[in-house]
């Protein structure tokens, strides 16, 4: 299958600060990225669908100042938390979609954010 | 709007005893209805994609079916590494950028003990 990474696997940061996380397509090039949340315990939440060369689209209660997201290229889209806040603690998913044969959404392996 | 439900939310099976999980759902148009492994911690992993109604998949000790209403998750003789949580999603028939969208179920999670 399709490989997905995403960087880094952890980070622990102050309130305040301003945290990137990448996602990769390794051995495809994708065209469209999303980005999820995960509590503990619950099913993934979409939070905005990526597609490179233009503006991400954001899932309704998603806020667009505060998730910034970036599509640059088509194997790279990163997620930029800005003045992340306590609540902002969460597992962040990132998906690829290969349009080559079936369209599947390949998952990373997740990112897992802790704001102090 | 779409929805997905599975079925049971936790399931419990010996070593070798077989079960099936149940994803229930209703989409305006079905574009696919995909399974994935989640092991605590990680990411999904992808597992199949069905397309239409009759359309069986088997992987291993796993084997997914579909019908228009729902899919079914079959698992012979688990084994306790098949321990995992198993999500459903579908994929609508849509426009503009968010098609490939998917929506989730919240996952059953499997427990085999040995």
């Known amino acids: 299958g399709a490989v997905v990474s995403q960087h880094p696997s952890w980070v622990i940061c102050k309130s305040g600060t301003s945290v990137k996380i990448e996602c990769r397509s390794l051995?495809?090039?994708?065209?469209?990225m999303f980005w999820y949340r995960q509590f503990p315990k619950q099913s993934l939440m979409l939070m905005a669908t990526?597609?490179?060369?233009?503006?991400?689209?954001?899932e309704q209660g998603v806020e667009k100042d505060k998730f910034l997201i970036n599509h640059a290229s088509l194997t790279l889209s990163t997620l930029t938390v800005t003045s992340a806040h306590p609540e902002d603690s969460s597992f962040y998913i990132c998906?690829?979609?290969?349009?080559?044969?079936?369209?599947?959404?390949?998952f990373g392996p997740g990112t897992r954010l802790t704001v102090l | 709007e779409d929805q997905v439900t599975q079925s049971p939310e936790a399931l419990r099976l010996q070593e070798g005893e077989s079960s099936s999980l149940n994803c229930s759902y209703t989409?305006?148009?079905?574009?696919?209805l995909f399974w994935y492994r989640q092991d605590p911690g990680k990411g999904p992993e992808f597992l199949f994609t069905?397309?239409?109604a009759g359309e069986e998949k088997e992987k291993e000790r796993l084997k997914a079916t579909l019908t228009k209403k729902e899919s079914f998750l079959h698992i012979t003789a688990p084994k306790p590494e098949d321990s995992a949580t198993y999500l459903c999603?579908?994929?609508?028939?849509?426009?503009?950028?968010?098609?490939?969208?998917?929506?989730f179920g919240k996952g059953t999670l499997l427990t085999v003990n040995p």
């Open positions: 990526s597609n490179e060369g233009s503006k991400a689209t954001y």
């Open positions: 998906s690829a979609r290969d349009p080559r044969g079936l369209g599947t959404q390949y």
């Open positions: 999603a579908v994929q609508a028939v849509g426009s503009g950028g968010s098609n490939y969208k998917l929506t």
């Open positions: 989409v305006s148009g079905l574009r696919g």
């Open positions: 069905l397309y239409s």
């Open positions: 051995d495809f090039q994708a065209t469209t």
